[in-house]
């Protein structure tokens, strides 16, 4: 019942529902009792009409077999067993001990503890005709009449509440399917909604949030912008100091000096790497409008083995793509590049020396599955789902990250129609898999 007057109080289409059924059933309420009211005055009429029509039939008939015959009503239906056909005052035959002294016309008299209606006549001869019916029998057929007469009410009115909910939710409808087109966006898609499909009255609500997305895509490209100018603004200091730093080493320094050295010389490349990232986020965040064509995933898979070998050669990371057949999938080449690298470049900064990484693809139906699997320490399941967000990274990891690489790499398989998943090594004893499926070319 709580859970109901929360609805109640919270939802339009229960309230709308609530409010019109309440509606009919109480306009149904008040014109079944009238309709009640005025069938069974008027089964009442008719039933005098019968005991007028009865007295017209016996009257020219005698005295003494007026207690005895059938008596027809004008459609020639028997009322025998309804009516008490008697005269008045003495008159021969057994009947009612009704009053002599009723004037004619209709009486509701009480005899012997029951209820009769009676129509008194006086005829030529000055004998007086009685015509006689109990009203207990008169009532249950005027409330036999009556309860036919809103027998079809008590039927619609159901029917009317199953099509009165059945119209608020079809007219609702189109909320609903508003809500749940919104609620699959992803969080970059800040495209206009489209308005020319519903309702009048949602119109101005579908323009409001178009303007709200409209600024708010403003402010998302004024940011990236503003990431990729400090960006690109501090490449070239940083591409200065980098430059001194060689140079420095080349001179000679004291043991203490060239410690000191090599740790600015990691803080300069860590920057370095920093920058770049930075850059890619901003890139794979901004539609580009470049059309889509099919790529080769074992192609993609080639170069960026060649760009990083160096790293993974340093680091004592062997690297490798398992054998297969090739996959193409329908994205921009720059994309699929920009994903699969940074998966790489972030299994091999987290595996230790000795360790491996493997690259396959395959596909499933009409997906293609790209995955990168390490030997490394792999992330906690309660982790995985926050590694996805810029900057964050698992707390007491000693490696060198800006961690950027998974959220660049889930903002790529997102812009390709995909997904990104965090799963257990299966070929290693330890380990992170990740897989992103995507729709095949």
């Known amino acids: ?60 008939q005698p005295a003494s077999a007026w207690s005895r015959m059938a008596v027809h009503d004008a459609h020639g239906h028997d009322t025998d067993s309804d009516l008490v056909v008697q005269a008045l005052a003495g008159s021969e035959g057994g009947g009612l001990p009704l009053p002599a002294a009723l004037a004619d016309g209709l009486h509701t008299v009480r005899v012997d503890g029951d209820t009769y209606r009676t129509f008194v006549k006086t005829l030529g001869n000055g004998q007086r005709l009685a015509v006689s019916q109990d009203t207990e029998m008169r009532d249950e057929i005027a409330q036999g009449s009556a309860l ?71 402010a998302m490209d004024e940011q990236r912008r503003f990431v990729a100018d400090a960006a690109h603004e501090l490449r070239s200091p940083l591409t200065a100091l980098s430059l001194q730093a060689e140079r420095l080493g080349a001179a000679p320094l004291s043991p203490e000096a060239a410690q000191r050295l090599a740790t600015l010389r990691q803080g300069i490349e860590r920057g370095r790497h920093l920058l770049e990232q930075l ?71 987290y595996t230790p020396e000795g360790g491996r990484v493997d690259l396959a693809v395959s596909q499933d139906g009409p997906h293609a599955i790209l995955e990168v699997e390490d030997s490394g320490v792999g992330i906690p399941v309660a982790e995985r789902q926050r590694v996805l967000d810029p900057f964050y990274r698992v707390l007491g990891s000693e490696q060198i990250g800006s961690g950027l690489g998974l959220s660049i790499a889930s903002t790529v398989a ?13 070929q290693f004893a330890q380990g992170l898999k990740v897989r992103v499926v995507v729709k095949a070319a």
């Open 1 to 60: 019942m709580d859970g109901f007057k929360e609805r109640l109080t919270h939802s339009i289409q229960v309230r709308l529902a609530w409010g019109l059924s309440m509606a009919i059933v109480l306009v149904a309420l008040v014109a079944g009792a009238f309709s009640f009211d005025a069938a069974f005055k008027e089964a009442n009429e008719l039933q005098d009409d019968i005991l007028r029509q009865a007295a017209a039939l016996v009257q020219h």
């Open 148 to 218: 036919r007469t809103i027998l079809p009410l008590l039927i619609l009115v159901p029917v009317l509440l199953l099509v009165v909910t059945y119209l608020v939710r079809k007219m609702l409808r189109p909320v609903t399917l508003l809500s749940a087109q919104i609620d699959a966006r992803s969080e970059q898609d800040v495209q206009p909604l489209a308005a020319a499909n519903l309702p009048s009255e949602m119109r101005p609500f579908v323009r409001a949030i178009n303007r709200l997305l409209s600024r708010v895509g403003t």
């Open 279 to 349: 850059l890619s986020l901003a890139r794979v965040q901004s539609a580009d409008g470049l059309p889509a064509q099919a790529v080769s995933v074992r192609t993609v898979y080639r170069r960026v083995l060649e760009d990083l070998m160096p790293l993974a050669e340093a680091r004592g990371v062997d690297i490798g793509m398992a054998d297969g057949a090739d996959v193409q999938i329908l994205a921009h080449e720059v994309d699929v590049y920009t994903l699969v690298r940074n998966l790489l470049d972030n299994a091999i900064r």
């Open 414 to 426: 997102q812009r390709l129609g995909g997904r990104l998943e965090l799963l257990d090594a299966t």
